[in-house]
Structures are given as C-alpha cells and as structure tokens.
C-alpha cells in the first residue's frame, strides 16, 4: 500500500509538504508508547499513533520508519512539523481513532508484525 | 586492537531534557552510516543506543554514552548518575515498569527499554549501585 492509498483510506490530512507519497509501506505499528513502536516496527513501516511529540519523531527515524499517521486530528506542534518537513518526513493527521484507523487499513490488507496474520492476508489474497 | 583503528566519540545526556532527547543516538546513526555499516546493525544499535539515552533522559540527572567502533565491533557504554535500579532481574522483564505518568506521557515508560536493548545487541551487560547510578555496555558484531 502507497502512502498516497493511506492518505485516501484515512482521508488524512498531510502535514508535510516536501514529501514522496508514492513509497510503498510494508506493515504497520499502532501504539503511543513509543519502547512497543522500536520494538515491533519492521523497516519501511507506518507508524499509527496519538503521541504527538519530538519524541514520535526522532522514534520513526531511529526505527527507519516510513510514515507516521496521528490519530483523533492530533498533531504535533508547528516546529516538528517544520523539521519533519526539512527531513522530507511524511506526516499526516486522521479524525479517526487508532481502532478505526487500524480497521480501516487492515480491510484493505495493510497488516501488522505478526507473521500468522500476514500469511492469514496472504492466503486471503490480499495485498 | 590498534588504537589506530579504533574510533571513540563521547556524547553528553542531560536528565529531562526532552527537546534533545535522542539527538546524541542520532548521531550515532547518522555516523555509522556514513561509514558504511550495514543497515541491520546500524539499525539495532540505533534503536538500543535510544532507549539506552531515553532511561538516562527520564531517570538521572546527567550521564555520557561512547560509542567506540572498530573493525570487529561496535561498543556503547552508557554511564550515568541516577537512582540505579534495585532488581536488575525484575527490571529487564517485559513490562515492569517504574515510570511516572509524565514519563508515559512522553511515550516511554512501557517497560520494554531494557529488553529493546538486549534483544538488540549480540552482548549486553548492565550494572548498578543505588542512589549512585547506572552502566550498560552492548556490543554489536560487525
């Protein structure tokens, strides 16, 4: 799924600018404590929280993520978005809660680090 | 190993200082890259070397992590002044936890630091003295 499909799937608002949609993301990791996003996240993944800090920030880079989504119209304040934006870091900010959020991207085959439902998408013959 | 070979930087962490929370495992990341250490590694010791800053960021008032690379293995050694921990055992279990809500609030505290940093590294050691502080020293095999 690109991150242009994630925008449209959350009708999400993109609060970067300088940004390439077109990268395919791999998986996805939902959570505001940041110690489960490191140690669940694979490279490439979207992030999917409602912490909306420096800190969600410098955690997707460390863990090479490719995206971070916020959830219930959070949004980090304006000088990490300007940074995000000088790093060409996609951000973006949904209405929906992280469970909606979550549903929503699944149905459309976007899943998680669990190697038992990947293969469950798989077999369903979904993306 | 020739000291010619080896290549030490040393980074100052401040306690509570959010705003440069994480900067120091940056770099790092940042120089491992551009000598070329392969993504995988990089990537582990990036993470550990994070949550390693982080525990020092919420829990002491000051420490220093090095980070020594040379061409076997990557070293960092975190060294603070802090509180120590009392159970060393209890600690690097899953989910104990003794963050505060504020702590929480800044998305750490969920109990998963210390695994995060031995389940990254190839060697993990950690010792401490209460009401003194902390060392973790982890290796990462190139």
Redesign the interface.
């Known amino acids: 799924m690109t991150l242009e499909e994630v925008r449209e799937i959350l009708k999400a608002e993109l609060l970067t600018h300088n940004v390439n949609l077109s990268i395919e993301v791999c998986s996805a990791c939902a959570s505001d404590m940041m110690s489960d996003v490191l140690a669940l996240t694979e490279p490439g993944a979207l992030i999917i929280t409602g912490l909306a800090t420096t800190q969600t920030l410098r955690t997707m880079e460390i863990a090479d993520a490719a995206a971070v989504v916020f959830v219930r119209g959070k949004r980090p304040d304006d000088d990490v978005i300007a940074l995000a934006d000088k790093k060409e870091i996609p951000l973006m900010s949904t209405e929906f809660c992280m469970h909606d959020a979550c549903g929503l991207l699944f149905l459309r085959g976007l899943c998680g680090v669990t190697e038992q439902v990947k293969k469950l998408l798989n077999k369903n013959g979904r993306r | 190993m020739d000291e010619d070979k080896k290549f030490v930087q040393e980074y100052e962490i401040r306690g509570w200082d959010?705003?440069r929370?994480?900067e120091a495992?940056?770099e790092i990341?940042n120089l491992l890259k551009d000598i070329g250490v392969p993504?995988d590694i990089i990537?582990r010791v990036?993470?550990a070397a994070?949550?390693a800053e982080?525990n020092v960021v919420m829990y002491a008032q000051k420490g220093k992590m090095r980070c020594q690379i040379d061409p076997e293995r990557i070293k960092i050694v975190l060294e603070d002044e802090g509180p120590g921990i009392d159970n060393i055992e209890r600690a690097m279990r899953d989910g104990f936890s003794t963050a505060t809500p504020e702590m929480?609030e800044?998305?750490?505290?969920?109990?998963?630091?210390l695994?995060?940093m031995k389940?990254n590294s190839d060697k993990f050691y950690i010792v401490s003295d209460v009401g003194r502080g902390t060392k973790l020293e982890m290796l990462f095999e190139l």
């Open positions: 959010f705003t929370a994480g495992s940056c990341k993504q990537r990036a993470i994070y949550e982080m929480r800044m998305g750490f505290g969920a109990g998963m630091g695994p995060n389940r």
